[in-house]
Structures are given as C-alpha cells and as structure tokens.
C-alpha cells in the first residue's frame, strides 16, 4: 500500500509536554500533521485513565513519551499502547526520547533483577509494534526487544553545536570505560585525541576516579556522557582534567536526569560550557551555570515521518561509531 493511502496521529503523554509539543510543530512542518488529543485523567487514588479523544482506527499511532521516574510516566505509556490496540490502530510506535532503567541492563550481582529487559517486555506485551529511541545507557538493549527499534543519536545536533565554537587542540573525553563508543564518535568527527577516564563504581550512584589514560595538559577538553543523574563522575571528572592542566572544558550529555545535589556539583566544578538535550522535562536545567538546551525535536519528527513513509532514518543516527 502506497503510504499516501493510510495515514498517521501522533499523541503524547505528560512526562514531557514541552518537547512533544515542539515535535508537533516540527510534524506540522514537514508533514502537515500536529499532536493528536488524548484524554489523560486520574482516579482520586492515582489510577490512570487513557482515552483517545478522536478516531485511530486504522491509523499509524504514534506515542511520545519518556519512561523517566516517577514510574507513572511508564504505566501511562503502557496505558497509552494498550488503548491504541484495543481502539484498532494500525501500527502503534513507541516514541522515547529517554528509556528509563536501561542502566540495569545485566546481572552483575546476584539476586537482581534485569528491569531493562523486564521494561521491554511490558511494552512489547501491551501491544507497540515498534519503538523509537534516543542514546541508550546500553546499546545492547535494543536486543531485549522482540519488535524492530530504532535508536538515534543525539550527536548530530551536538555536532553543530561544537563547530560553532571553532575549537582546536581539542581532547575528547569518555568519563568511564563504557562510553567509550559514543567518545570516539566525536573523536573522529573533529580529528581529536581521545582520553578516558578508568572509573569504578563501589554501589548505585557512587563513582570512585581512579586515573586518566591520555594527554589533556593544554588543551581544550569535550567531556561527554549519555546520562547526567547525581553529577558524581561528571563533576569529579571536571576537577581532575582541571587538575592534569586542561585549557577549557565542554561537557555533553544527552539525559539531563540532576537527581540529589547533582545541581550544586555542577555548579562548583570547572566546565566553561554545558550542553544538554531536551529529551527528560527538568526545570533544574536553569539553575546550572552555563548550560545551554539543545531540542532534539527535529530529529524526532523527521524520525516519526520517515517511519511512516517507510523511509530509512539512518542518516538520523550514523554517527560513524563502528
């Protein structure tokens, strides 16, 4: 079927109003279409109550919809898929621009549970047929799922945004092992030396800097990170590059999460400039110190129409890691 016959309505739930609208401008854009009406209502103990306020049936249905804490945003997206199917969608999309509990994404103690996979299983259960991402803590997790994901990167808008500040003898830093990958990204795009930081991590949201592997003395440090939750390696990072003679540093993370002090860390460790992305709702993000929002609303959208169209959205997310 040519996809000009069918037809496609994107909806949003609440954990992150902002952004969904700016996705509906950008649809309104390129594609002529806007944010769809769904009725979100609680019972007075907290249940969630979904209804479509217009007909889907046949539609491609399109959710947008972070599965940040609390974990209501997560049962309101299950919800949000399950009234879909059952009001005869065609094909059901999960947008998330930030998929929570991807960090517990292997058993790496005993007796715990694997929730990244737990996760994809209940959205695979409640019927989407697909799911839309942005920078997984774990790449791996796109394996957990039984149905096709799409996984962008954020690193295209990030890209634009350093060239802007014309710097060289540039340093790109990964602050632990595992972010090794989306570092070396960067590294290659500006031709710049990569350094990492060897971390451990003795329990949950406690980090431990044990040293630098590389040169940063002189010169003018990237520091970037997929998720920014209490600051700890972020902020401890920054003092130490400071400390091992770096000129000037410019953090990137895509998930602005700033749980516990994290505000006040950042504040008190040397980064010039601090770029992070729209896809969690945190009204912190103005009391850090020069730090600046970048909306990934357009990569969403255009993510959004090409699936519809059945386009590839590889120039999306090619970021030339392999």
């Known amino acids: 079927m040519n996809y000009q016959q069918r037809d496609f309505k994107v909806f949003a739930g609440n954990s992150n109003r902002p952004l969904a609208e700016a996705i509906g401008k950008e649809l309104k854009n390129v594609a002529g279409k806007e944010l769809g009406h769904c009725e979100i209502k609680r019972f007075s103990d907290g249940e969630i109550w979904v209804k479509y306020a217009e007909n889907i049936r046949g539609s491609d249905v399109f959710i947008i919809q972070s599965t940040n804490t609390p974990s ?12 879909a199917r059952r009001a005869s969608a065609n094909k059901i999309t999960a947008v998330i621009p930030y998929f929570g509990y ?11 549970s ?20 942005m920078d997984l803590h774990a790449s791996q997790v796109q394996g957990f799922f039984d149905i096709p994901f799409d996984h ?14 014309n710097m060289d003898n540039l340093a790109v830093v990964s602050p632990d092992v595992g972010g090794i990958k989306l570092a070396r990204a960067y590294a290659k795009k500006f031709n710049a030396d990569l350094v990492v930081i060897d971390k451990r991590r003795p329990s949950q949201n406690v980090s431990e800097i044990i040293n630098i592997i590389g040169n940063v003395k002189g010169k003018n440090v990237l520091l970037v ?10 902020s401890q990072a920054a003092h130490l590059l400071k400390e091992k003679g770096a000129a000037t540093i410019t953090g990137i993370c895509t998930h602005a999460i700033f749980s516990a002090n994290a505000i006040e860390l950042l504040n008190k460790a040397p980064i010039d ?42 120039s999306l997310f090619d970021t030339d890691k392999d």
């Open 72 to 83: 209501d945003n997560l049962i309101e997206l299950l919800i949000m898929i399950d009234a």
């Open 102 to 112: 991807s960090r517990q994404d292997r058993k790496d103690q005993p007796r715990v």
């Open 114 to 133: 694997i929730t990244a996979k737990l996760v994809a299983n209940l959205i695979t259960v409640a019927g989407a047929d697909r799911v839309i991402s």
């Open 152 to 165: 962008l990167y954020a690193s295209a808008t990030f890209f634009k945004k350093i060239e802007q500040l």
């Open 225 to 234: 990170d997929d998720i920014i939750d209490t600051a700890g390696t972020f």
């Open 273 to 314: 400039k601090l770029f992070v992305t729209d896809t969690i709702f945190n009204p912190k993000v103005n009391e850090v110190k020069n730090l600046e929002v970048v909306s990934v609303a357009k990569t969403f959208a255009l993510a959004i129409q090409y699936t519809f169209e059945y386009k590839s959205i590889s």
